[in-house]
């Protein structure tokens, strides 16, 4: 059998990259569909037969997302808008928290600079972010310099609100792509959410994935230790001396004493906080 990645399904469809980078369309065997549903991302074995290709077997997951469904990234990109829409701290935690939760580098990328000022209050969270130890991109239409190396070899995802940028960004990378943004779904009528559906497209020397914009984020298959273990902002701190921790009422915990002394952004811990409410409420919507 030979192998293979899955860059592109269309409903029962499946475009593999094989090991010549050659695109096939192949079919899942019934065996593979009763095993688990294949994503964008996976590596699968295929065989040729006469009349189709079918993929036999999905090799396991390095890690998947589930909103969007993808499998074995590298690294997933949070496009968050200055305005329009709004900037949220919130949902770029949710966002960090869920990703690194996949075991996921994130990095953060912030669009739209050129329609807000330059001394903008929302330029002190960019820099909480790099204090934490994030990696933060600024760009805009104009603008795309300074993210434009991260791609090479990779395979990443890009995620974030519905119009936030992640089609336009993609199409200033390669102008031959002519994804659909929001303004041209406009000017054709067919309302807000344009992308449809996942694919991988070979950007800069790797492979990105545009995915559409989500309505809710699911935290209720969290588990809360699992999470704060994940947590980026913690794990640099060094680890908190008790076992099982949840940092929120020990005496004495290392986490908690970070967030009181300054070194832990507290806004970051506010929102890990109400996510663990979240996961305790179970299903939720932002
Ligand atoms: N002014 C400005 N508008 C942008 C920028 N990036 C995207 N847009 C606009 O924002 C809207 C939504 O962009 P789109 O790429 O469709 O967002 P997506 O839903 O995340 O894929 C479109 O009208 C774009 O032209 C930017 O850097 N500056
Ligand atoms: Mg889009
Ligand atoms: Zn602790």
């Not at 899955?6 to 899942?28: P, T, W």
């Not at 009181?260 to 929102?271: A, D, K, L, P, V």
Request: overall charge neutral; proline content about 2%; charged content about 25%.
């Amino acid at each position: 059998m030979e192998q293979g990645r899955i860059i592109k399904i269309i409903s029962n469809r499946y475009e593999v990259l094989d090991a010549n980078g050659q695109r096939l369309i192949c079919v899942a065997m019934g065996k593979v569909r009763k095993q688990k549903v294949p994503v964008v991302g996976d590596i699968v074995l295929f065989e040729r037969f006469e009349d189709q290709i079918g993929i036999q077997e999905i090799c396991e997951r390095k890690n998947e997302l589930r909103r969007p469904a993808i499998a074995n990234v590298d690294q997933a990109v949070i496009v968050m808008s200055c305005v329009e829409p709004a900037f949220s701290t919130t949902l770029i935690d949710r966002l960090l928290f869920l990703i690194a939760y996949a075991n996921i580098k994130p990095i953060l990328c912030i669009t739209k600079t050129d329609l807000i000022s330059k001394d903008h209050p929302l330029y002190q969270d960019i820099e909480d972010y790099r204090n934490s130890g994030y990696e933060v991109y600024e760009t805009n239409i104009h603008d795309i310099e300074s993210i434009a190396s991260i791609w090479k070899d990779k395979i990443s995802v890009l995620t974030g609100q519905s119009g936030a940028g992640k089609s336009t960004l993609l199409n200033s990378f390669d102008g031959s792509l002519q994804l659909q943004t929001q303004a041209t779904s406009k000017a054709l009528g067919r309302g807000k959410h344009t992308t449809r559906h996942c694919e991988l497209y070979e950007i800069g020397g790797g492979w990105i994935a545009d995915t559409p914009g989500f309505s809710s984020l699911d935290f209720s298959h969290l588990d809360a230790q699992r999470l704060a273990d994940s947590i980026l902002d913690f794990q640099n701190h060094g680890s908190c001396k008790f076992r099982d921790c949840l940092h929120i009422h020990e005496p004495g915990c290392v986490i908690r004493q970070g967030v009181e002394e300054g070194r832990i952004s507290s806004t970051r811990y506010q929102h890990y906080q109400e996510v663990l409410q979240l996961i305790k409420q179970g299903k939720v919507k932002y």
